[in-house]
DNA sequence: GCCAAGTATGTTAGCGTTAACGGTTGTAGG
DNA sequence: CCTACAACCGTTAACGCTAACATACTTGGC
């Protein structure tokens, strides 16, 4: 049941080479399916390499052929629903392309982000995708001279170092504004995240605040969180919120999670949802299919995102650029069930 | 906007030696902080580095000095919040010890778990942590092999091949069976995954049927999904059931997400809960935090299985043990508002 | 003033693999 | 029978870094 404490010395290709009779460039040719080798010696080399239970040593092969199949992916957080479904699109783009993603988490924090690209840059990835435009200097500095392919993905509004794909969010909050004032509402509240690093959130509630303002419409409330359940804090804050300003007629939530704690608070207190109320999230969770009424949102194209990142670093992509491609795709919006219809 | 096309020679140590006028020994013990420096060159020898832009390159550190800074985190899902739960805990753990996190996802699939297992060695980590204990016998032989430590974790129903952290999920459904029955209810319904892979969740159910055969009780029904949001499913699932066999007065679902599917499905038809009907779910998400009514679940210990599993990796476990540590976690009973008090 | 014991740096020899090239054999075509 | 060329396999020299050892220069104790 312990693991044997004995230290034999590790396998190499010597090994296998020994075992089978041929040189270690011989081995290295059937490991690799590269070059010439005949049938007979391929089965000789297999049978010994799997008798010994041989594991190739990437690092020692990365070294001496330049070349790392690897793609450092860096999101700032795993917890929320939103970057798991972006990283498995990914994933599933990369499949048959021989190269592998690596997870980075920053926390959201910038520093954090620089120390997490400063350690997969020192495995010398053959590319990295990583989420949003704003980065530390630093961080840029590297991104640029690393000389690998770099997709930076989910948000289109600002400055790219070489490959964006991603939405505006800026506009997503716009349209639903219009969308929102559209369907008759006019005292609107805010209810998000306190995260200053959360760009993507922050120029959401500002295109928001714009599209509001075209209409001569302010913000009526706005209320945020940090921590905790989202589904919790949801309820939280829109109880707060309701009793604070009881004239409000609709709710913008900065994300799904809480959107939905709204809506089961509004419900549970017998509130006209959509008739009193309107109600709004962000994202597009499929997570949140199997509510009774459906939260209106707006999707924001995580795997097409996950997957046209992916498709740039391996040279997939239908551009046939080889950098510096701009990808904005348009999030459409889905009024559910909490946006009365006109 | 584009990365440049100049394919300048990458930067190595050399050059930050001849940029720092000192030998690239010097350099390197500057980088990693070893050995003895005077301040003076190391502070020139840092100017220089930071200058330059230079990261140093790890492919080439670990084959010269056979050390890594990598675990292999093996886990087969992202997409619900279980695995990411442990995978921020051992994240969380590994912070100071210089050690790193490095996630593989084989989706429930041996074969694939294989596949990742093998290339996860490939690159030589100082540890392994994988989820379940069930593995083809290619992958025990190749973690066995290793001659590193690993760590199997959620599970400890069966044998192990170095250390195992985690809970009985045998045991985890013998007990919830025997609180649904101390609170009364006899006509019990099972709703889970269509997955022979997930063996935790097997083994809950066979635990769950053991312990109401103790009781003298079978299972009245079951249902099963596959894909999908779990929370549609949820709901669907206990629709079909309910039609198929009304007589039911209590539920078992094999996860959180379906429970709280069916549990609102519930509360929509007008059913009595935890009268009529009890429910429970299990996992202890926090993520359901947020529901009016609080489903009965089962805490899996997610949080402390990841931190113990990072310790006896990163050799701070508090046993002092080197290998062949198995620790049994004790998940609790949470009765929520979904199971009748007596 | 000389030796012991640091302190600060440099030198050498790999780590395990692959790129590039070289050699040997066999085989077909003239 | 000789050339041309392919198929197969081996040899050599990196890849960029660090362990281990070697070397110079200091310092202090007696």
Chains 1, 2 share one sequence.
């Not at 997969?120 to 991104?143: K, Q």
């Not at 939260?295 to 391996?314: D, F, P, V, Y």
Request: glycine fraction near 10%.
């Amino acid at each position: 049941m312990s693991r044997p404490i004995e230290t034999r010395r590790p396998l190499t290709l010597r090994d296998v080479s020994e075992a089978s009779g041929v040189s270690e460039m011989t081995v290295s040719r059937v490991l690799r399916n590269r070059g010439d080798v005949s049938d007979a010696t391929r089965e000789k080399v297999l049978q010994a390499a799997k008798a010994l239970g041989y594991v190739p040593n990437k690092i020692a092969g990365a070294l001496a052929s330049q070349r790392v199949n690897l793609v450092a992916v860096i999101i700032p957080s795993l917890s929320n629903l939103v970057f798991p479904k972006v990283l498995s699109s990914v994933s599933d783009e990369l499949e048959d392309t021989g190269l592998q993603p690596v997870v980075g988490v920053t926390n959201y924090s910038p520093e954090k982000e620089e120390q997490v690209l400063y350690e997969m840059l020192s495995w010398r990835p053959s590319g990295v995708i990583i989420a949003g435009v704003e980065h530390t200097p630093a961080s840029r500095a590297m991104l640029q001279n690393a000389g690998i392919p770099v997709v930076e993905i989910m948000d289109v509004d600002g400055e790219g170092i070489d490959s964006v794909v991603g939405i505006s969010h800026r506009r997503a909050g716009l349209h639903m504004a219009e969308a929102i004032i559209a369907a008759g509402y006019r005292k609107i509240g805010f209810l998000g995240t306190k995260m200053p690093e959360d760009h993507r959130a922050r120029k959401r509630l500002e295109g928001f605040k714009e599209g509001l303002a075209k209409a001569g419409i302010e913000l009526a409330d706005t209320e945020f969180y940090a921590g905790g359940s989202a589904l919790a804090k949801g309820r939280e804050m829109t109880e707060t919120m309701l009793k604070r300003s009881p004239d409000l007629d609709f709710l913008y939530y900065s994300n799904d999670m809480i959107g939905a704690g709204g809506l089961l608070w509004c419900l549970d207190n017998g509130i006209d949802v959509p008739g009193k109320m309107g109600l709004a999230g962000f994202n597009g969770l499929e997570l949140l299919d199997g509510l009774s009424v459906r939260l209106a949102t707006m999707n924001a194209c995580r795997a097409e995102i996950g997957r046209k990142a992916a498709q740039i670093i391996s040279g997939r992509s239908q551009s046939g650029m080889i950098g510096g491609e701009v990808i904005e795709l348009e999030p459409t919006l889905d009024p559910g069930d909490t946006i009365r219809k006109r």
